[in-house]
């Protein structure tokens, strides 16, 4: 009894909210959901949601993967608790990998997806949940497995699940440029993207727009030449790894899905460039947004 007792005080606990006081995006609410084991969306996610409040005037929650102990915990592959938030939001964010949440938490994510209303996938979120095959889950075909929904949420929804580290993982960066003649609210004030997470293999279909494709540097540094070598898709097609270059960047629906993500440069890449910048005005239901304002870190 004592133990559960605990574990129901966790679920209970307030999340990390930041309520923008003045801004265009005062009177709107974005959810932020943070939830992978290698990227740091939980230390990424907040400093972002201090930018768009602080910066922009947002009321931005972020919700987090906690154990037993009440920790922010990213290996806690099911559970994310409070996050009934997305029943009242107006964007949602998230940086997600491999979660298999409860069902009475999932009903709230998919209750938001199925509404149309706007999400910003980053790096990990093209495969977000993971079932597995024996899941009694009303929801595991959401999972990057799925047959029946192939490629779940990831495929389905977003337009991409997981692929392939197209980059070589852990050496090489990605140096981001607009895809030519493309024009899209998100490209205001953006011209360039460095992030220091690999290139992902994507074939996002036919109904998406492509923003930014990434071409593969040769190390960590943003002034390094690209790569230049063959490799194999998993569709079978020998290319030069940067010709054509992977995309990065794309629209489809009500979704915006980037490959690039990571803690160290989310703020000062992704915080700074799509979500202070762009993505606001790349959906029908936000107000027109004034372009970049700062997105430098809020102390």
């Given amino acids: 009894m004592l133990l559960l007792a605990a574990f129901l005080a966790v679920q209970q606990q307030k999340p990390l909210t930041n309520e923008g006081s003045h801004g265009a995006g005062k009177g709107k609410t974005i959810v932020l959901l943070a939830g992978d ?20 005037g947002f009321k931005c929650i972020v919700l987090f993967s ?24 107006d964007l949602c964010v998230m940086q997600l990998r491999f979660r298999h949440w409860p069902d009475d938490q999932m009903k709230h994510f998919v209750d938001y997806y199925k509404s149309g209303r706007p999400i910003l996938a980053l790096r990990t979120s093209t495969h977000a949940f993971d079932y597995p095959p024996d899941s009694a889950s009303s929801y595991k075909d959401f999972g990057w497995r799925s047959t029946t929904w192939p490629g779940g949420f990831g ?16 050496k090489e960066a990605t140096l981001g440029l607009p895809e030519p003649n493309s024009k899209h609210p998100i490209l205001i004030g953006v011209d360039q993207l460095f992030g220091t997470t690999d290139v992902y293999e994507a074939h996002p279909p036919a109904d998406a727009q492509i923003l930014f494709r990434g071409l593969v540097l040769t190390s960590f540094d943003p002034k390094a030449p690209p790569a230049h070598r063959s490799k194999k898709t998993s569709q079978g097609t020998d290319q030069d790894i940067n010709n054509p270059a992977m995309p990065i960047v794309w629209t489809r629906g009500h979704t915006v899905t980037t490959t690039l993500g990571a803690g160290s440069r989310v703020t000062s890449y992704l915080g700074k460039n799509l979500a202070a910048a762009g993505t606001p005005p790349a959906f029908q239901d936000f107000d027109a947004f004034p372009g970049f304002t700062g997105g430098v870190f809020v102390g």
């Fill in 66 to 89: 906690l154990n037993r102990k009440g920790e922010i915990d990213p290996n806690e592959q099911a559970n994310e608790p409070g996050i009934e938030a997305l029943d009242k939001a």
């Fill in 155 to 170: 495929k389905q929804g977003l337009g991409e699940t997981w692929v392939s580290h197209w980059g070589e993982h852990g």
């Fill in 37 to 56: 084991e290698e990227y740091r969306s939980e230390e990424g996610l907040p400093q972002l949601a201090k930018i768009l409040a602080v910066r922009h």
